[in-house]
């Protein structure tokens, strides 16, 4: 299982006991904020694409959405989703608890500018019901990411 491979990554930091397996499904930004007791924009949701053949995963606040025009400007291409099946292969978690650890090789991650504002977020770890709280600067040594971006809409008051 993939809350497996997370848990066996974190254990190389020593934090593998943070993990928290929950009684109720995370799968989504609302259930995930339901069985955390937070608010849906501090869940570090992880949305995957494919860019010049290639995976990535993007990490984003909860409450922001993919700024098409944003992300074609970023990576030179149209936001195109791996479909389920792909995750999978590619990444190496199934979606709803897709995260940007214990990942298969390839994947390039990026961590979007929405997430800056918390203190706190709460990614996946691996499984539809499971998270971790990370402060920011957590997050960005535990991803082992590329670079910070900005692709998204919907979280401040500009749109």
Not at 141 to 159: E, L, M, P
Request: some cysteine; glycine content about 8%.
């Amino acid at each position: 299982m993939a809350i497996e491979k997370v848990r066996a990554y974190f254990s190389e930091f020593q934090i593998e006991d943070r993990i928290r397996e929950l009684d109720a499904s995370s799968a989504t930004v609302e259930l995930a904020a339901l069985a955390l007791g937070c608010e849906p924009c501090r869940i570090a949701k992880t949305l995957s694409f494919l860019v010049q053949e290639r995976p990535i995963l993007i990490v984003m606040a909860g409450d922001a959405k993919i700024d098409n025009q944003k992300y074609k400007a970023r990576f030179g291409a149209k936001a195109k989703m791996l479909t389920p099946d792909e995750v999978v292969t590619l990444v190496g978690h199934e979606v709803g608890g897709v995260c940007p650890f214990g990942i298969k090789g390839g994947v390039t991650v990026y961590l979007d500018e929405s997430l800056k504002r918390f203190p706190t977020v709460f990614p996946a770890c691996g499984s539809g019901n499971s998270a971790i709280e990370l402060t920011i600067p957590e997050l960005e040594r535990y991803s082992d990411f590329s670079a910070w971006i900005d692709v998204c809409k919907n979280w401040r008051s500009d749109g």
